[in-house]
């Protein structure tokens, strides 16, 4: 009776911790610092790395690591403008460059004219 007790109490309290997570974004909090660019009106369309169409009106972006289906906090280091994104491409490939943005969530946080702005980017779900 007493190993049976044991184990009733010794599976009651391996039940009391949360399970960890399945898919868990164990990006969040991840922060980086460096230049975004935007896509040319050319890739309008076109599939991305991550299997969507790419479409200039949506709040995406494209890095080269952050998990497809990332939320990215997007924040202009000139004007503290902010924007989220989702992650829904690779890229950039050009060098100096940390995130690719959508046109739309570009010009939410700079003139589009610049054509590149220096940015913070953070993972937030």
């Given amino acids: ?3 049976s007790l044991g184990i009733l109490l010794a599976s009651i309290l391996g ?3 949360a ?3 399945v898919g868990a974004n164990k ?3 991840y922060t ?18 991550c299997g969507e169409r790419y479409n200039h009106d949506l709040k995406t972006a494209a890095h080269k690591k952050i998990p497809c289906g ?8 000139d004007n503290d403008e902010t924007v989220v994104v989702i992650v829904n491409d ?4 050009v ?6 943005l959508s046109k739309s969530a570009f010009s939410s946080i700079a003139n589009t004219s610049s054509g590149l702005v220096t940015v913070q980017i953070e993972v937030i779900e």
């Fill in 90 to 93: 690779r890229g950039p490939f």
């Fill in 70 to 77: 990332s939320k990215l906090q997007v924040t202009n280091m």
């Fill in 15 to 17: 039940c009391s911790s």
């Fill in 27 to 29: 990006w969040i909090g």
């Fill in 1 to 3: 009776m007493r190993v």
């Fill in 32 to 49: 980086q610092k460096g230049l975004a660019s935007y896509y040319a009106d050319r890739h309008q369309s076109n599939m991305t790395a």
């Fill in 19 to 21: 399970p960890p997570q």
């Fill in 95 to 100: 060098d100096g460059r940390i995130v690719d």
